[in-house]
């Protein structure tokens, strides 16, 4: 029904920067809220950041201050600017969102399939 994928995940140095993107796609009528999540092995996924189909954000205190989340309504596209990586960031990033499919009209949540990101000099 709805695909979330996510890109821009990768190895980069301490201090450094990605940005993650991610695409819905499929049967949407609409999107509301959308989330980037991440997980380390051995550890509950937790909230990075998240995005109202608005535009009002919150963050992780984590990464409040180094990270930005966007959108583009357009193109059904949720961004992470990560700057200041710190080797604690390392993680599986995860894309969600509150997806309003079109048949039958109904309110699903979704995932992505996770990109890595490793910070490590």
């Known amino acids: 029904q709805v695909q979330l994928v996510e890109s821009g ?13 991610c695409a819905a796609s499929g049967s949407i009528f609409s999107i509301g809220a959308m989330y980037w999540y991440r997980q380390v092995p051995g550890k509950q996924r937790e909230l990075v950041a998240a995005i109202t ?11 409040k201050g180094r990270f930005t989340i966007s959108r583009d ?12 990586l710190k080797p ?13 499919i ?11 399939q996770g990109t890595q990101v490793t910070v490590s000099s």
Do not use: F, H
């Open 9 to 21: 995940g990768g190895l980069v140095q301490p201090g450094g920067s990605l940005r993650l993107s």
């Open 53 to 63: 189909s608005g535009g009002s954000t919150n963050y992780a205190n984590s990464v």
């Open 73 to 84: 309504n357009a193109k059904n596209t949720v961004y992470l600017q990560m700057n200041s």
């Open 88 to 100: 604690e960031d390392t993680a599986v990033y995860y894309c969600n969102a509150d997806v309003v």
């Open 102 to 112: 079109t048949m039958p009209r109904m309110l699903n949540n979704y995932w992505g």
